[in-house]
């Protein structure tokens, strides 16, 4: 058994912002299932959105929110985000993470869709990878962290470890820390903690293409869920509009909103603008309209692609402003100045996830979660470009804060007890889980896409039982392996993708079913 003051899970932007912001507090301890680098962050492309100069204003930001947000963010929530993020991107910087400048000094600030200013930071098109390099170097500089690779948490450990009924409706479910798979012994670890964070990332791997990486399976949303703690808004699942057509690879490749900031325009498969028949706003409307629009004229023209066509904004301006893309492209004989780009739609970014309350808290005690598995209220129907890194780091400020102010009147439980994996057996069968992988994700595409419909809920609720079925009975008499362990957790958030999906009788923001009308909420 293992003890620590803080255990944070994940070592993305949540995770490190959360363990530097504790680590004068207590011991700290950070787990990541993979290398500490990989995660969602170092793969975002366009940057960190916030109000920098007075050309811009918080509430132009705010609006902009509460509108992609299709009127249904949480408006308290939106408001302290946006007017907190000035402070948190200045410790970004104090971390020694490098924004674009201008000739003249100033930031190079991008836009992107539903953004009526220009005002996303970047660092050139690779802003997420600058951004974990600085948060790394600071936690390994810090003598309280301890960082450990390939540590895969399994569940987290609350009174139900400890022999007592725990439901839905059972008040103050505590956490106590978690059980922890380490991949190179494949024992499982106890780790007990007075606070427990949990910054997993996304879910975009129940879909068949993502541009998430394959560390993104939903863990802390699956825990949670199966800890009876609360989770929220797991219809709206973000499609990003332009992820590089590039069949089997994994994950899908981005092509940055920042693009079609800078002029790119899409076209249909003829070479044909159509946005114009969607929206005022064209190709730089705002994303769940953008998805929908293309996978509207893919299905008319049977396409399986569409194109961002780049080629008027200069070799020179692509090279230097979107030097990761363009060598991506040209590795795969795609010169981005001569031709257009083929993209397609690729589940992109899960709106939903534990809920927490301004603090980060979630309904379980002592467990916070910041970042993509976390539910603020930020986000409403659909997010808006670059406020994701963005809450991210508000978040993991406000529960650190919060975790630091309450440390001292939490004790760590020893009744705990260690693993029990007493008469499992070793599957032997990779198939039954690589497959049933295979077959959720391909249910979860076809009919729990960018377009819905109650039909379609229906017979993926159908489908997905039997898959649930099947893999707890291979759960229940196996070894426990990460891969069969991300297969429940990818099974459980499908579970609650649809039914939350089936759940909303209206279309709005990300869930679009054609057998309800879209719903127009009133903004302030
Ligand atoms: P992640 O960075 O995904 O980190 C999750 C961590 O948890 C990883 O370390 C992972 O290994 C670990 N983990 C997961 N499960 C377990 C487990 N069971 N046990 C132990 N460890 C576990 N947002 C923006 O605001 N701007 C952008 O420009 C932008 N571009 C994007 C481009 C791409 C291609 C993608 C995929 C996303 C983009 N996003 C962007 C979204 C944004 O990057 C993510 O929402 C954000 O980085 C999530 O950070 P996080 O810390 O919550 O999770
Ligand atoms: C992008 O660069 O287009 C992604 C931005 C985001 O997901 O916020």
Redesign the pocket.
């Given at each position: 058994m293992k003890e620590v003051d803080f255990l944070v899970?994940?070592?993305?932007?949540?995770?490190l912002s959360f363990a530097l912001k504790v680590a004068d507090y207590g011991k700290v301890c950070v787990?990541?299932?993979?290398d500490a680098a990989?995660?969602?962050?170092r793969?975002?492309?366009?940057?960190?959105?916030a109000v920098i100069y007075d050309t811009d204003s918080f509430e132009k930001h705010i609006q902009d929110t509460l509108v992609a947000g299709a009127g249904i963010c949480d408006e308290e929530t939106v408001r302290m985000t946006i007017t907190e993020a000035p402070e948190r991107i200045k410790e970004l910087i104090r971390y020694g993470i490098r924004f674009d400048k201008r000739p003249d000094g100033l930031y190079d600030l991008h836009r992107e869709g539903g953004h009526s200013n220009f005002r996303i930071l970047h660092h050139k098109d690779n802003?997420?990878a600058e951004v974990e390099r600085g948060l790394l170097e600071e936690i390994h500089n810090h003598p309280n962290i301890e960082l450990i690779e390939n540590?895969?948490?399994v569940e987290i450990i609350t009174q139900h470890h400890l022999g007592q009924w725990v439901t839905h409706h059972t008040p103050d479910i505590e956490c106590y820390g978690a059980y922890v798979l380490d991949s190179r012994t494949k024992k499982v670890e106890t780790y007990l903690a007075k606070v427990t964070l949990l910054?997993?990332?996304?879910s975009?791997n129940v879909y068949t293409t993502t541009?998430?990486p394959l560390?993104?399976?939903g863990?802390?949303v699956a825990m949670v869920h199966r800890a009876r703690g609360k989770v929220a808004d797991m219809e709206f699942v973000q499609f990003h509009p332009t992820s590089l057509y590039h069949p089997g690879e994994k994950?899908a490749f981005?092509i940055?909103e920042a693009l079609r900031g800078a002029g790119a325009i899409l076209k249909t498969i003829k070479g044909e603008e159509f946005m114009q028949k969607y929206d005022s706003r064209l190709s730089l409307a705002p994303r769940d309209i953008v998805a929908r629009a293309i996978d509207n004229e893919m299905k008319i023209s049977g396409a399986e692609y569409l194109y961002l066509d780049a080629r008027h904004l200069g070799k020179r301006a692509l090279m230097e402003g979107f030097p990761n893309i363009f060598a991506k492209c040209l590795d795969l004989g795609i010169n981005i100045s001569n031709d257009m780009i083929p993209i397609r739609p690729a589940a992109?970014?899960q709106c939903g996830g534990i809920l927490v309350d301004r603090n980060g808290e979630s309904s379980i005690r002592h467990l916070y979660a910041?970042?993509?598995?976390s539910r603020t209220g930020l986000h409403g129907g659909n997010r808006l470009?670059?406020?994701?890194?963005?809450e991210?780091i508000v978040y993991a400020h406000n529960a650190a804060m919060d975790a630091i102010r309450k440390i001292k009147d939490i004790s760590i439980c020893h009744e705990v007890p260690d693993w029990n994996a007493e008469g499992l057996v070793f599957n032997e069968e990779m198939v039954l889980v690589t497959q049933t992988r295979k077959e959720l994700q391909e249910l979860m595409s076809n009919y729990v896409g960018i377009v819905r419909s109650d039909l379609r809920l229906k017979r993926a609720y159908d489908r997905l039982s039997l898959i649930y079925k099947e893999t707890e009975d291979l759960y229940k008499r196996s070894v426990l392996t990460e891969e069969l362990s991300e297969l429940r957790n990818l099974i459980a958030c499908a579970y609650l993708i649809i039914r939350a999906a089936s759940q909303r009788k209206e279309s709005i923001g990300l869930h679009y079913s054609v057998n309800y009308p879209p719903v127009e909420k009133q903004i302030n």
């Open positions: 899970i994940g070592s993305g932007i949540a995770g787990l990541t299932k993979a990989e995660g969602s962050t793969y975002a492309q366009g940057g960190i959105a802003t997420g540590q895969y948490a910054a997993t990332g996304g975009g541009t998430n560390t993104a399976t863990d802390g994950p981005l940055t992109h970014y910041a970042g993509e598995c470009a670059s406020n994701s890194l963005l991210a």
